[in-house]
């Protein structure tokens, strides 16, 4: 099931070309941008691992791409996202943020029911790949 | 998953611009109107004095790049020139000044994206403990990227005497990114000529990676006086009639003293000749006019230690 988060997820996965100009975009508003990869795909996971710190006073796309695949030469079978924070004052919040890169094969979540007090039932999402241990997952 | 259809493909982005017939013949003239190319040349020719071989080096370096264009438009294919460069030269030659003029000039040309100078020494480049440098020297090359990475006093990257130095691992990462990323950054190296040599001969990866090695000849007496006019000229100032031998004379003999670095020396010594300007009106004249406060006299210059002997 091809997870959709951020901005662009219903689109067909960007082209490098088209990461350049969004990148592009980013930076001449002034938002810094990061890249962050993770391999739990759950929806309510905000926290990916950072690769690297945010970049800081560039000028033009290339240093990001550069990075970009860096992490994804690194893990090629992990999600990996593309930030943009606009760091200014009364917004002071990611601006943009899409995922570049996820795993061939994702195998998606399970409905988990919970049967609580008084026939009560919950409701809970588990992703299938999380059943192995991290960095075993896809 | 390609199928979503939600973006109709825009007309003409796929098709490539159109070649030129072989027979077709293309204006050069008129691509060199252009690109605006001559704007940033004459600014080089008229604000900078004397470097001749460095302004020739540069208008060939333009007109590589314009030729190139011109080849593109035939189809021709022709690998992006390297340009990274090695600036060598006395203190105060001007190196870093024609750095910023370069990278305007690039980015006129097309071969730049953004035409930004990013000035670096090894302080900037190499960490202080393991593992500090690799992401401190990919940082401000990320930052110089569209533009150009200026190295001044490259050789302390490279440190002879400590092989645990962390500078070979600047070197290393910088020579990988001026390798694979030729398009993206521009590296120029600058410092002095003796020292630099030595640096090469170190680091043979690093010289051969470089394309053009630059030599600033440092300035005669006549080129300094010119450059101390413009820069008085620049600031408001100007001699009066016989100030002008004294300030030639001054040239002289700090030219033959020690530590002396070009055109910075002479505006030290403009200065330093404001300051005298500035407390002998303050203390001589209770009014003034636009002439007193714009004219330096030869007393100015004449009560510096330069013509006590050092």
Known sequence: ?138 | MTAFGMRPPAPGEESPPELLSPGAVVDLARERAESRVDEVLDALDTELVGLTPVKARVRQIAALLLVDRVRARFGLEAARPSLHMCFTGGPGTGKTTVAVRLAELLHRLGYLRKGHLVAVTRDDLVGQYVGHTAPKTKEVLKRAMGGVLFIDEAYYLYRAENERDYGQEAIEILLQVMENQRDDVVVVLAGYADRMDSFFSSNPGMSSRIAHHVDFPDYTAAELEEIGLLMLGREGYGLAEETGPVFRSYIELRRAQPRFANARSIRNAIERARLRHAARLMATAPKVDLAAVTTLLPEDFQTSRVFAGG
């Open chain 1, 1 to 138: 099931m091809r997870i959709t988060q951020g901005t662009f997820s219903y689109l067909p996965d960007l082209t490098d070309e088209e990461i350049t100009h969004q990148i592009a975009y980013a930076l001449d508003n002034g938002w810094p941008c990061s890249v962050e990869y993770t391999d739990d795909p759950h929806p309510r996971n905000s926290y990916w691992e950072m690769w690297g710190l945010p970049m800081f006073d560039l000028k033009d796309p290339a240093g990001v791409l550069m990075e970009l695949n860096e992490c994804r030469r690194t893990f090629p079978n992990h999600y990996v996202r593309l930030n943009a924070y606009d760091a200014r004052y009364g917004r002071q919040t990611t601006a943009l943020q899409f995922i570049v890169q996820r795993p061939a094969n994702e195998p998606g979540f399970r409905l988990t029911r919970e049967e609580a007090a008084d026939r009560q039932v919950r409701y809970t999402m588990h992703a299938y790949a999380t059943d192995r241990p991290e960095g075993e997952r896809y």
